[in-house]
């Protein structure tokens, strides 16, 4: 059955006052196949770097403080994804002590490069000072990332992801893209 005129026009009604999301929002960046698989294997490594070799070694590669560069990232994407708007919470001082990545409610965009530092101000400074200006991947970023990308940890230890990491790394993120491109090929 057909709708009537009178809820059609609701619906039209309804989606103008919907805003619609940014381009540059992180939610129109992550449907990018390859970028989110990229970004779950940096949420992986930060989680597990202590004991899996590989994450450790991709981890101690990147040239960012942040870890958004390569080997996880290409110039490009990393620009797009630091960049990119993603709505945080504010810090509350009666809440922040209890919240593993120290932030509440409220409505703010912000870069997601961002919103990460925001996080980590008192941290960096205490590493720069000893020379160092990365922070430590799993305590103090991985909370954090998880929250700003919006990936739960119960993704990360998905067996499709882990499988695909252990075959692939990095590279599984490209052939992500290849099978999804391949799908719509074929119709499925």
């Not at 770097?49 to 990393?78: C, G, H, V």
Request: glycine share 6%; with cysteine; proline share 5%.
């Amino acid at each position: 059955m057909g709708r009537s005129p009178r809820q059609q026009s609701t619906e039209k009604a309804e989606k103008a006052e919907m805003p619609e999301a940014p381009p540059n929002a992180l939610d129109t960046i992550k449907e990018d196949p390859a970028i989110l698989c990229r970004m779950k294997v940096l949420l992986y490594d930060l989680r597990n770097m202590a004991t899996d070799r590989n994450s450790e070694k991709r981890t101690l590669s990147t040239t960012d403080e942040l870890y958004i560069s390569a080997p996880y990232f290409t110039s490009a994407q990393a620009q797009k994804i630091k960049t990119a708007l993603v709505q945080v919470h504010q810090p509350s001082e009666s809440s922040a002590e209890e919240d593993e990545t120290g932030i509440d409610t409220s409505d703010n965009l912000v870069a997601v490069e961002e919103a990460i530092k925001g996080r980590l101000v008192n941290f960096f400074e205490k590493r720069r000072a000893s020379g160092d200006a990365r922070p430590c991947g799993p305590h103090d970023m991985a909370p954090i990332y998880e929250y700003v990308f919006g990936v739960e940890q119960k993704e990360l230890k998905d067996e499709k992801f882990l499988a695909r990491l252990r075959r692939c790394g990095l590279d599984g993120s490209s052939n992500v893209v290849k099978q999804k491109e391949g799908k719509k090929k074929k119709g499925r």
